[in-house]
């Protein structure tokens, strides 16, 4: 998946990170070191509250999901990182066969986030939930309308799709969902149609997808909801809305962003105690608010702008299925010429 371009810019990166790298290993033993492709604005307010809740003082250092998988290979039993966090089960979970994790399974963390959110062998744990659905013009589109991911293939819908690159891990988890679910066959029928129903090129970003429709240029996409979250904050009236997917059968499409433990962390107990207490009610409720994501853990509600789109049957599926399928989703997508 990652190329070897990627690789070398990997080793770039650590040559140009040297002082952060030194900065990083003159942290105290009971510093917890993470490596996050999740933005700081995102994670320091979580760290601030930790270290405020438990004295343990934490460092991180943020970059591209991938750069930070090779750095921490590169690095192997003389990494820094005790925990690496990232977006998406599919990236979670190549992270996991990559064997830069060590599994943890802990009676706090299976009573604060649900089995489907966690990898079966304990390398990684969803900390927030994003749902992946339906967004359509209010001038064009009536909500009767729309229905399934499915029924976005039907040809009442042709020119007037717009679709994200196939090239993103978040396609390509919802693809894999499509074949966990419908099967391989019937899943390339849906996204042929897609493809066949796209009114423009797949866009490079979720964003771009909704300003495409605000445009005029399409009726109807797919996004994430915290995207949309971030829209309708700048533009409270623009005429856009969600449109929760396959209520009546499988349910929305949801997927994690997480962390785990890394396998060379030399402070096992500590990155442990931070992923117990970034499950826990009071983390969870900052952690989802930051990025108007659902909190993992089901025990608390969301917070008032995301309940605000209403609630929703979500797809249960265990989330490490989409990584497992990744390689037949992208494949999938080559065969039907989904760029
Ligand atoms: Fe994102």
Aim: hydrophobic content about 40%.
């Amino acid at each position: 998946m990652f190329s070897r371009q990627l690789t070398v810019s990997a080793m770039a990166l650590t040559t140009l990170l040297m002082g952060s790298i030194t900065q990083i290993q003159a942290a105290t033993d009971d510093t917890v070191t993470v490596y996050s492709s999740r933005k700081e604005h995102l994670i320091q307010p979580l760290f601030e509250q930790f270290t405020k809740d438990t004295g343990i003082e934490v460092n991180y250092l943020t970059g591209k999901g991938g750069d930070l998988i090779e750095r921490l290979k590169l690095e192997g039993e003389n990494t820094p990182a005790d925990m690496f966090m990232t977006v998406d089960a599919g990236d979670l979970w190549y992270a996991g066969t990559q064997d830069i994790f060590q599994d943890v399974i802990t009676n706090t963390i299976v009573g604060n986030i649900p089995t489907y959110l966690r990898d079966p062998d304990g390398l990684w744990t969803g900390l927030s939930v994003r749902a992946r659905t339906l967004v359509y013009s209010t001038e064009r589109v009536n909500s009767s309308e729309l229905s399934t991911y499915a029924d976005l293939a039907d040809s009442k819908w042709k020119g007037k799709l717009c679709l994200r690159t196939s090239k993103k891990i978040y396609t390509k988890s919802l693809v894999a969902s499509i074949i966990h679910n419908e099967g391989e066959d019937k899943a390339e029928k849906i996204v042929s149609g897609w493809v066949s129903n796209l009114a423009a090129t797949p866009n490079a970003k979720d964003s771009h997808v909704m300003n495409a429709i605000l445009a005029g240029q399409c009726d109807v996409g797919l996004v994430n909801t915290y995207y949309f979250g971030r829209l309708i904050e700048k533009t409270p009236d623009a005429p856009l809305k969600l449109f929760w997917a396959n209520q009546d059968t499988t349910g929305v499409h949801v997927n994690v962003s997480g962390a785990g433990v890394t396998k060379h962390a030399s402070n096992s107990d500590g990155a442990v105690q931070l992923l117990e207490w970034l499950s826990s009610a009071k983390a969870q409720a900052i952690y989802g608010a930051l990025n108007k994501e659902y909190p993992a853990n089901q025990n608390i509600a969301s917070d008032e702008v995301v309940s605000s789109w209403g609630s929703f049957k979500k797809d249960n599926m265990n989330l490490a299925l989409v990584g497992i399928l990744q390689a037949d989703a992208v494949a999938l997508m080559q065969r039907v010429g989904y760029k």
